[in-house]
Structures are given as C-alpha cells and as structure tokens.
Nanobody
Framework: QVQLAESGGGSVQAGDSLRLSCSAS????????VGWFRQAPGKERAFLAV????????GYADSVKGRFTISRDNGKNTYDLQMNSLKPEDTAVYYC??????????????WGQGTQVTVSS
C-alpha cells in the first residue's frame, strides 16, 4: 500500500506563488507516474500536470501551462508542484496521485487527502 500526503497549501493573493509537496510512503512505487489534480466546489476533479517515473516526460493542462511546474525526487519520495502567478480561479483542493502516465483520474491508483489552496483577488 502507498500513502500520499500533500502539504504546502494555504491562502494567498492573486499573483503570488505556492509550492505544493507530496510525500509518499509505503511499498516501492518509483516506477509510477505522478499526477496533480484539483477539485473546486461543485466541479469535477481536474487534471493539472503529470510527470513520468524517470522525470523525463511532463504534461500540463492548458489552464496551467507556463505557470505551474511539476517535479519529482525519487530518492526522497517527494513530488512537487510549483505554482506561480496564481489566480482566484486556481482556488481548489489540490491532490497528488500515483499511477499510469495519463490526464485521466481513473488511471491513478493512489491518492492523497488533498490540500486547500485559496487565492483571493
């Protein structure tokens, strides 16, 4: 079993930056892709970014491309999402997940509990 825990969320102003971190524990999982998703109230969980197990391949949703950067450190079992130029519409609960390289939530087997990000104008 793999346990994931997100941290780094908070309340910021528009234009600020936040760095989310996802810490993994449990059985070996370094071969899995890592994805970041978010879910705003009343909306479905939305894909943000994905990184392959080696870190060589990354993908982003159009809504965050150029503002968000995904990274991973397999030696430390941590996966980060650097978020710059935050907008009020970025307000949501943010989740990390491990699974197949995909933008579909159904491709991921393990999920964290989420961390709240609130961006005020």
């Amino acid at each position: 079993q793999v346990q994931l825990a997100e941290s780094g969320g908070g309340s910021v102003q528009a234009g600020d930056s936040l760095r989310l971190s996802c810490s993994a524990s449990g059985r070996a999982f370094s071969s899995g892709a890592v994805g970041w998703f978010r879910q705003a109230p009343g909306k479905e969980r939305a894909f943000l970014a994905v990184i392959s197990w080696s870190g060589d391949t990354r993908g982003y949703a159009d809504s965050v491309k150029g503002r968000f950067t995904i990274s991973r450190d397999n030696g430390k079992n941590t996966y980060d999402l650097q978020m710059n130029s935050l907008k009020p519409e970025d307000t949501a609960v943010y989740y990390c997940a491990i699974g197949r390289y995909s933008s579909a939530p159904s491709s991921y087997d393990y999920w964290g509990q989420g961390t709240q990000v609130t961006v005020s104008s």
